[in-house]
């Protein structure tokens, strides 16, 4: 070899190297095992990805908020086995530094998370990633899934000085963007005043329905997705009863209960109906219980099939009850209520408060039976109930039925759900609104048993056979509803409107009405308040409620007093923490 | 400042002058005169070199006398000869010098040093280097190892902690102590010009295994390995734990030298741990069910209590097994090495080939590693040349078992398996059949069945090769280029068969048999181009100017998978297990660095001398809003440095002194940098948040884009003397590492949502000492040589966000705290056991139990000092109770020659470090059914028993053996580690040169109090799990022979 042809090596080299130098982005890697920043939000399906992600993270808090809001209240009790994090909350005791269920770092989390997703959605919409009509219906979606998750922090955090939570809303995603000064100079909004930020903004998105678009509409892993978005609808119902607006909370409950349009949707979808079959069969029985058919007096014939609404899953009777629900899948997520609640495969922490099992048992059944088939009402053809006795051992059911019922001896037995709205809540909403609307009739028909028993409505000059203005309000939206059923002798002949089917909260399960006396908006109120402890209990509905109803009287004592006879019952010093609960600041965790 | 401003003004001036000619100074040349000696015989060096530089050159007559032609009064005269060091002697104004060559074998400052572009010698450095020469006899005799086996011992400040006695698992290196809290903690390595990695990546399914880059280099071809103690800055923000350098073989002469070493070597099997035997284990088992809650009347009824032969299953409980000696064994192992060197005038080469074998102390593990090596220097033309080098190994190892404590680690097992059982099903007459039993009624695997059945099999083969090419552009100006790759590929097999092993469960279900498989890829790619700057400016000035850019691109790929209870123990592969238990995941990162850089020295009158270093260090990590100077889409840091030396010595008033050789003082001030902090940490990334199986994405960090590198400030100040004609050197270091804007995980609000970010905050400083004497103690006939090397450092939290933080590490806690030192153990203190419940009650404490509950202890409890007196033993009463640094390291080390026989030995100590046994935590716990320790027989038993072993209790519901100073000790030790004696013997044939034959016990005594099996082990780099025993596979008695021939 010639030097001069060797030389070419050592020359070629240098020359690439410093080209390659001149390169602006030489030190610039791409990431294969992260999403750096320019990787994500570039398309509808990066946009769907977040939305995922969301989701995904609001699994994450399923635990803590059923423990922030069902133990802190009164129907849920901590065993023997829970350590102090869970003590100091079942008992109001001041909380430790270290203690995650009293840490609002997830709900930060998700609020966080939910900002940068609207910010990006909103950067996509202006680039035309996304048409106007893809960046409404995700956009909607996102604010209201962090309006919710606000609502739930305010309900349980607030600032030890400043009062209230932080309202954010742009995204923390830096060092810069979190910086001291960023923070201090954020606005804190309390309860009230977060709820009238919160109802501003959701009545101001542009759409409240569900999505329609094929890649959020679609099965994940056997489940339909439909149902793990949240109903927009709902939260709106749910701002304005806090708010005050009863009226537009009423029509936002109405508008779901008359989602049903057509076929068997327009008689039971949300309308909380009786058994059309009557035989209280599984496939049929839209989650009624009682007793076997002509057996109503034999306790062993009771059947009890209200909670195979929390073990069924993409049947009609669950399409007909469930507003919004996520799920636990073994193979990526197993139920993590399991660790909470079982005794079996988990640490048994959790358990119905002894004041909650009074309740259930203290409920007269129309055939003058003690016991409600919400509680733990043994029987032989059903389930037991939102609890169960385990030797001795009450355990609560409710999120962990399908691990009760179908075993634990592999993973694939570790499913679940989370429930979070149903047709049983949304009746009881509609109710509350009703009754704050001086509409105690309808409010007391829905709760009880029903609109067609509850507006007889007769003409007294018309004949026998005419039904015309029976069963029926008679009343303007949203208090309409046209209950009756004719046979072809009755006048009009063979109707079937869409309220007939309804059964009321408390018959489905074969409840005895309420009786009211006394001023009705309070009594009424109270049982509602009542009532939603017995259908909803441990669902994470009751410390909100409790809430509502004492900031709506202006009395502390209706949460202090609840979770005062909890602590009684269960021989702790109820007195001590009912006082500390009359002052509103104590009823809120410190936010650090 | 003024004064270095001179000075960096004056290197300016010189290197812009045109090339002085050195003739210019030829009509001014003095005449110096001389003898030369050899220090060994004190006789006369007939036909010694002497040169000065290019000017003139001689040699001595045969009465070592000669005379020469010099520049100036200050000029340097070099002497070479066969057999000694070249030895450079400053005129300082003299006429006539008497040199004293000494010989090749003993320890010089005459010595050259290794820079990876370059080589000086040792006199002439003006920072804290030290280089240490390696031949293939010397490696020969130490057995085999991997890399840094070479300089382990020889330089002060250098710890080469074995990790462990896992064959080829090799040490961790700390040079100085530690220098980041969370990152790397070991020094770059480069091999033959090029950053060779030493990390180990991704995560080893072998528990307690780490991967080994250093064992890819036979030691067999290092030739000189120089360490750079204090700032080399032009490597930026790779040097922050100091730089070593290794040169592999090189051949320097054409004729041909072949060396074929063969040894073999023979390993003791470990100590026992004494554990409780068959009768002993019985009372104690008796005892724990006991409190466990069993009646005595159902215990009674175990099988194990049986004493009726005639009961089936009698003799199934009638042993007394030894388990430790089922799965340890002595061992054999042997190594053959060949080595070619030679070559023409185009070009040299130097080829070497290795196989070797080990077996491990644990039955059916070793290490089998064949390794090949191809340097080469061509000169293509006069001004072009080429140094190649391409090494490529593959090494193959049956682990076996680690000891980190599972049911399918057979030493684990072992360990706390009952003694009264036995490996074979035995009938109801007690014969035993060939048949294994399966795992026991305790749930305690049969460990013979762990190392028959299972398998650890990790194998890894490097490719290290690269390319130097050298363009003399002019006389003064050298063009060169480095390209290389290297190409890393780890694989990893495990299975752990059904038969015999307690099943393990999991929330997916129970996990049977275990498959288990990975790979790991490292591509690196690494470029660098310099250009040398060398003028000639006469007699007084020297000056060297080196600048470039390195270049250094990874890519990383790992994938793992596992997969379980496939349908029997024959069926190995992943894909047959069941797939709701499968797991899989890895690891992909690409990262790459760019560092320009500037070295420069200068040296005035061959006496005063500076260096200046300047890094430039960008890399792909660090973030947009980083400290430095923007460029190529990234930050780049300027890492300065500079070094003074003062060779006092030349002085007139030194030089020619009888007593002094050499005295030149030091002293070094640079920046370094550490980069080590993740690939992606400082870009704002995304990371997977599924909705049950669907994929989505959720922010991944609170972005900081202001991350960059950790900083470390190093201040050096030396001396290096040598005294009486260089039959004493020594060398004396003081240094000051300081590290600031650390890499550390700060606490985020809380309204963001993140539990924290990565910043750069606080720091700490570490200040030490490093000594170094080596002497001629004697010379001929008995030649002997000592040597010793001393260190000592001590390192302090200057500054932490969160002020004090306790970090959990296998059980014990680890506090770092402000104005403290660095990783001390953090726990409770003990004051012997309460001998019964009155004197339990009288002290009044109690225990704060996991619900809050307060316990009062009694009888048998561990007396815990109630540190924060409120009678209440809870976290508050935690405190210092031990400090895992060393107050002393060094090593000690002796070579005596007689005639053809030459004894070598060197014993390595550590004073004054605590260890905390876990071990002994595990094994002393009385907690659990396992068997126990011999210890546990003086355990409390009765009121009124004064011990110091607590009461046997399941659960341990008191916390008696919470992490405390019962499981602290002294882990001072001091260890034979070598001692070899070898024979030349008188062969002088046609095809055999020379024969040396050599023995070497390694480790053959250890003195130490310490109660674990091996006080020398390191748990990982980091610097809090110091002192952390996890009581791997120890470090054995061994003994080597071998010969190495020269052909």
């Not at chain 1, 922090?153 to 830096?174: C, E, N, Q, S, Y």
């Not at chain 1, 909380?272 to 007096?297: E, H, I, K, P, W």
Request: aromatic content about 12%.
């Amino acid at each position: 070899m010639r030097p001069t042809r060797l030389l070419t090596f050592p020359v070629v080299a240098a020359i690439t190297l410093l080209s390659c130098l001149s390169c602006g982005d030489l030190l610039r890697t791409g990431a294969d095992e992260v999403l750096l920043a320019d990787e994500v939000y570039r398309n509808k399906e990066d946009a769907d990805a977040a939305i995922r992600g969301i989701y995904g993270q609001l699994m994450d808090v399923a635990t803590q908020y059923v423990v922030l809001n069902e133990l802190r209240a009164d129907l849920m009790d901590v065993t023997n086995n829970a350590g102090l994090s869970l003590m100091e909350l079942s008992w109001h005791m001041p909380v430790s530094h270290n203690n995650e269920w009293a840490s609002p770092r997830r709900f930060f989390s998700l609020i966080n998370n939910c900002n940068d997703v609207l910010e990006n959605f909103r950067i996509m919409y202006k680039e035309n990633r996304l048409t106007r009509e893809q960046y409404n219906m995700r956009y909607s979606d996102i604010v209201a899934v962090r309006s919710w998750v606000y609502l739930q922090m305010a309900l349980h955090f607030a600032d030890a000085t400043r009062g209230g939570v932080p309202w954010i809303t742009k995204p923390l995603g830096d060092t810069g963007e979190a910086s001291a000064e960023t923070l201090t100079g954020l606005q804190y909004l309390d309860l009230p005043v977060l709820v009238d930020s919160l109802l501003a903004t959701m009545e101001s998105i542009p759409f409240k329905d569900h999505y329609s678009d094929g890649g959020l509409i679609t099965t994940i892993d056997g489940y339909e997705s439909r149902l793990m978005y949240i109903d927009k609808e709902y939260l709106l119902g749910e701002l304005n009863l806090w708010k005050g607006n009863y009226l537009r909370a009423a029509q936002y409950f109405k508008n779901i209960m008359e989602r049903g349009q057509s076929g068997n949707d327009q008689y039971d979808l949300y309308k909380m109906v009786y058994d059309a079959s009557a035989t209280l069969d599984q496939t049929s029985c839209r989650f009624n219980s009682g007793y076997l058919r002509y057996y109503g007096n034999d306790r062993q014939s009771a059947k009890n099939m209200w909670p195979y609404m929390f073990y069924e899953t993409q049947t009609a009777n669950y399409l007909y009850e469930w507003i919004w629900v996520l799920y636990f899948d073994p193979l990526s997520e197993p139920n993590s209520f399991i660790g909470l609640f079982a005794k079996d495969g988990g640490s048994y922490l959790l358990k119905p408060s002894a004041l909650a099992m009074e309740k259930w048992d203290s409920q007269v059944q129309n055939n003058s039976f003690r016991g409600d088939f919400r509680g733990y009402y043994d029987n032989l053809y059903g389930l037991p109930g939102s609890y169960v006795v385990e030797n001795g051992d009450p355990v609560i059911l409710k999120h962990i039925y399908n691990h009760y019922i179908d075993g634990h001896t592999t993973i694939t037995q570790r499913a679940g759900k989370w429930h979070l709205w149903r047709a049983g809540g949304l009746h009881l909403r509609y109710s509350e609104a009703a009754n704050r609307n001086g509409q105690h009739r309808v409010a007391y028909a829905i709760m009880n048993n029903g609109i067609g028993a509850n507006y007889p409505g007769a003409d007294p000059d018309a004949p026998a056979n005419d039904f015309t203005l029976r069963s029926q309000t008679l009343l303007p939206f949203p208090y309409d509803f046209d209950a009756r059923t004719t046979s072809l002798a009755q006048l009009p002949p063979n109707l079937r409107m869409p309220w007939h089917r309804n059964t009321g909260v408390r018959n489905r399960v074969s409840l005895q009405r309420n009786s009211v006396e006394g001023d009705s908006l309070t009594v009424i109120e109270n049982q509602i308040l009542e009532e939603c402890a017995l259908e909803l209990a441990f669902e994470g509905q009751r410390w909100g409620d409790l809430v509502r109803i004492a900031l709506r009287r202006n009395d502390p004592a209706v949460l202090a007093d609840a979770i005062a006879a909890k602590l009684n019952r269960a021989g702790h010093d109820g007195e001590g923490v009912r006082t500390r609960l009359m002052d509103r600041k104590n009823w809120f965790l410190p936010l650090e | 400042m003024n004064y270095l401003l001179k000075i960096l003004i004056a290197i300016g001036f010189i290197a812009f002058q045109p090339d002085v000619s050195a003739q210019e100074t030829a009509s001014s040349g003095i005449r110096v005169s001389g003898e030369v000696f050899s220090v060994l015989t004190g006789k006369p060096v007939e036909l010694a070199l002497v040169n000065c530089g290019d000017f003139s050159s001689t040699f001595t007559d045969e009465k070592g006398e000669f005379t020469i032609e010099a520049r100036s009064p200050d000029d340097i005269i070099s002497v070479s000869a066969q057999g000694y060091h070249p030895k450079d002697i400053l005129l300082s104004g003299r006429s006539r010098v008497s040199v004293y060559l000494s010989g090749e074998e003993t320890h010089s400052f005459q010595e050259q040093a290794w820079f990876g572009y370059f080589s000086k010698k040792q006199i002439y450095t003006t920072q804290s280097v030290v280089s240490v020469r390696n031949t293939v006899a010397e490696s020969a005799k130490s057995g085999i190892g991997s890399g840094e086996a070479v300089f382990d011992g020889r330089v002060a400040g250098l710890e080469a902690r074995a990790r462990n006695g896992i064959k080829g698992a090799g040490s961790d290196l700390f040079l100085r102590g530690y220098s980041s809290l969370y990152g790397n903690n070991q020094p770059l390595v480069i091999v033959d010009g090029m950053i060779f990695n030493t990390q180990s990546y991704g995560t080893s399914l072998i528990d307690g295994y780490r991967s080994n880059p250093l064992a890819s280099i036979a030691e067999y071809d290092i030739e000189n390995v120089t360490l750079v103690r204090d700032a080399a800055s032009i490597y930026g923000a790779k040097a922050s734990n100091g730089v070593v350098f290794i040169r592999t073989s090189k051949a320097t002469q054409q004729a041909t030298v072949i060396d074929l070493i063969m040894n073999g070597n023979y390993e003791m099997a470990p100590d026992n741990i004494p554990m409780l035997e068959a009768g002993q284990y019985r009372t104690y088992l008796n005892e724990i069910l006991l409190s466990k809650g069993l009646t005595a009347d159902s215990i009674n009824r175990m099988p194990f209590m049986n004493t009726d032969p005639s009961v089936p299953g009698y003799y199934k409980y009638q042993n007394n097994t030894d388990w430790q000696k089922k799965v340890f064994a002595d061992n054999y192992s042997s190594n053959v090495g060949l080595r070619i060197k030679g070559g023409d005038d185009v070009a040299l080469y130097a080829l070497s080939v290795g196989f070797s074998q080990q077996k491990g102390t644990v039955k059916g593990s070793d290490n089998s590693r064949f390794n090949f090596r191809f340097n080469s220097d061509i000169n293509f033309s006069q001004k072009v040349t080429l140094n190649s080098n391409i090494s490529f190994n593959y090494i193959k190892k049956n682990i076996t078992a680690t000891n980190i404590f599972s049911y399918y680690d057979a030493v684990s097992q072992a360990r706390v398996k009952a003694p009264f059982l036995q490996e074979f099903i035995q009938n109801d007459q007690g014969v035993a059949s060939p048949d294994l039993t399966n795992y026991d009624f305790l749930s305690v695997s049969n460990p013979v069945s762990l190392i028959e059945n299972g398998q650890n099999e990790d194998m890894n083969n490097l490719l290290f090769a690269s390319l130097n090419f050298n363009w003399d552009l002019s006389r003064n100006l050298t063009l060169s280029n480095l390209v290389g790759m290297s190409v890393d590929k780890q694989r990893q097999s495990v299975f752990i068969p059904r038969a015999g092993i307690a099943p393990d469960s999991t929330d997916a279900g129970v996990i049977e048999n275990q498959m288990k498989a990975r790979v790991l890829r490292h591509f690196v790619i690494n470029n660098d181009i310099r250009i040398k700057y060398e003028p000639r400016l006469g007699v007084n000035h020297s000056l060297m100017l080196l600048a470039g850019a390195r270049l250094n691109v990874n890519t990383l790929e790992e994938d793992w998978g596992a997969d379980f209870n496939s349908a029997n123990d024959q069926i190995r592969s992943l894909g047959n297990g069941n797939y709701l238990l499968r797991q899989k995941g890895g690891t992909i990162g690409d990262w790459s660095s760019l560092v320009w850089y500037l070295h420069s020295d200068y040296g005035l009158k061959n006496k005063y001398l500076f260096t200046l270093n300047l890094g430039l260090d960008g890399s792909s990590r660090y973030g947009s809003k980083a400290d430095g100077i923007p460029m190529f889409g990234t930050r780049f840091c300027f890492y300065p440095g500079m070094a003074a030396a003062w060779i006092i010595s030349a002085e007139p008033f030194l030089a020619g002194s009888r007593v002094v050789e050499l005295l030149k003082l030091r002293a070094s001030w640079g920046l370094t940098g550490n980069d080590d902090i993740g690939n992606y940490t400082a870009q704002k990334y995304y990371v997977a948040k599924n909705l049950l199986g669907y994929q989505g994405t959720m922010m991944g960090n609170l972005w900081n884009p202001a991350l960059g590198a950790e900083r470390n400030s190093r201040i050096n100040a030396g001396l290096d003397m040598s005294f009486f004609r260089e039959r004493i050197s020594a060398s004396v270091d003081i240094f000051r590492n300081k590290t600031s804007r650390m890499f550390d995980y700060v606490t985020a609000n809380i309204l963001t949502g993140f539990y924290g970010y990565y910043d750069n905050r606080g720091g700490f400083t570490t200040n030490g000492i490093d000594a170094m004497v080596r002497a001629r103690v004697a010379n001929r006939p008995l030649e002997w040589d000592l040597g010793i090397v001393l260190s000592k450092y001590a390192t302090k939290v200057d500054d932490l966000f969160d002020q004090k933080r306790i970090t959990p590490v296998f059980g014990a806690n680890i506090l770092t705290e402000e104005g403290r030192p660095l990783g001390l153990f953090y726990g409770y203190a003990t004051r012997g056991v309460f001998a019964g419940d009155a004197e339990a009650l009288q002290s009044g404490l109690s225990n704060r139990m996991a619900n809050e509950s307060l316990v009062p202890f009694r009888g048998g409890d561990v007396i815990f000092e109630d540190f924060h007196p409120d009678g209440i033993i809870d976290e508050n009463d935690m405190q210092v109770i031990g400090d895992p640094a060393p107050d002393l390291t060094g090593e000690i080390f002796t070579e005596l020659r007689f005639k053809r026989i030459s004894l070598q030995a060197s014993l390595g100590f550590s004073v004054g470090n605590d260890v905390f046994n876990y071990l002994r935590y595990t094994l002393e716990n009385m907690s659990t059914t396992n068997n126990q320790t011999t210890a546990v027989v003086n355990r409390w038993r009765y009121q009124g028993q004064a011990t110091e072993i607590p009461r046997a209790a399941y659960g341990d519901p008191m916390q008696n053996s919470r992490f405390s100073d019962r499981w602290i000790e002294d882990g001072s030790y001091a260890r034979l580690k070598r001692v070899s004696l070898t024979y030349r013997l008188p062969v002088r044939s046609k095809w055999v040169h020379s024969a040396d034959l050599f023995a070497t016990g390694i480790n053959l005594l250890t003195f130490t109090k310490y109660l674990g099996l091996d006080p020398e082990f390191s748990l990982n780099g980091f610097a809090l799990s110091q002192g952390i025993d996890v009581g791997m596979i120890p470090q054995n008695e061994m003994v080597l022979l071998g010969v190495k021939l020269g052909l």
